[in-house]
Every structure is written in structure tokens, then in C-alpha cells.
């Protein structure tokens, strides 16, 4: 994978629902990869959202932050080599810019640092979700 496209953020009211999508280029999609979305507060860290693995000795795996565990849901399309992040029953403090964001299952641990920004190399510009 190589430069991510974000699309998909907005202006949303509480208990909304918003889904991103994030285009790859460069992306071979029979080598195994580490997909993730990631999201950023005003002056602070970026922390991992979900992220989507495929190999490693576990075959892969899909992990979500507690936060998003049962309201967020990360898939991914290999024709379009498109992922997604559909976000329901927003909150206000969801609020942040999101990122997506490309790595190796290798770089992250197999699962073990997926939620570790500085594992992954390649990312998207970003796209700014808001919950009034």
C-alpha cells in the first residue's frame, strides 16, 4: 500500500452515523497487509481506532479500541482496494480528524501494536469528523 485518499468525514448530530472510506494506491492485494484507522484530538497523540490484518500465524484479525467496540465497524473491499469505517451512534467527543493509515501484519506485531501509530508508514491526509 502506498498513499491513502480519505473521503467520507462531516458535520453529524449526536447518535448519527458517518461512514469513511479510504482509496489505496500502490496496493498489491495478495500480499498480506495491516489496514487502520486512526483518529486525532487537538494537541494530542493519535490512537488507534480499529484496525483490519490479514496473515501472520494468527491468519489475521480485526481490532477495535474499547471506544469503538460495538459502534464502529472497519471492513474492506479488495476490487476497489477501498476501507471503511462505519461509525454509528456518534458522540460529541468523537469529534477529531481520522486518518487512515497502512502498515505490514510484520510491523505491527501481528495484531500486538496495531494500535501504534509509529508502526504504520503510510498515510492518508485525513478527514475531519464533527458531532454536535
Known amino acids: 500500500a502506498d498513499v491513502q485518499v480519505e473521503s467520507g468525514g462531516g458535520s453529524v448530530q449526536g447518535g448519527g452515523s458517518l461512514r469513511l472510506s479510504c482509496v489505496g494506491s500502490g496496493y498489491n492485494p495478495h500480499s498480506d497487509y495491516c489496514l487502520g484507522w486512526f483518529r486525532q484530538f487537538p494537541g494530542k497523540e493519535r490512537e488507534g481506532v480499529a484496525a483490519?490484518?490479514?496473515?501472520?500465524?494468527?491468519?489475521?484479525?480485526?481490532y477495535y479500541a474499547d471506544f469503538a467496540k460495538g459502534r464502529f465497524t472497519i471492513s474492506r473491499d479488495n476490487a476497489k482496494a477501498t476501507l471503511y469505517l462505519q461509525m454509528n451512534t456518534l458522540r460529541p467527543e468523537d469529534t477529531a480528524m481520522y486518518y487512515c493509515?497502512?502498515?505490514?501484519?510484520?510491523?505491527?506485531?501481528?495484531?500486538?501494536?496495531?494500535?501504534?501509530?509509529?508502526?504504520?508508514?503510510?498515510w492518508g491526509q485525513g478527514t475531519q469528523v464533527t458531532v454536535s
Open positions: 483490519i490484518t490479514t496473515g501472520g500465524p494468527g491468519g489475521g484479525g480485526v
Open positions: 493509515a497502512a502498515s505490514t501484519p510484520r510491523n505491527i506485531g501481528y495484531g500486538a501494536e496495531w494500535g501504534n501509530s509509529g508502526k504504520y508508514p503510510y
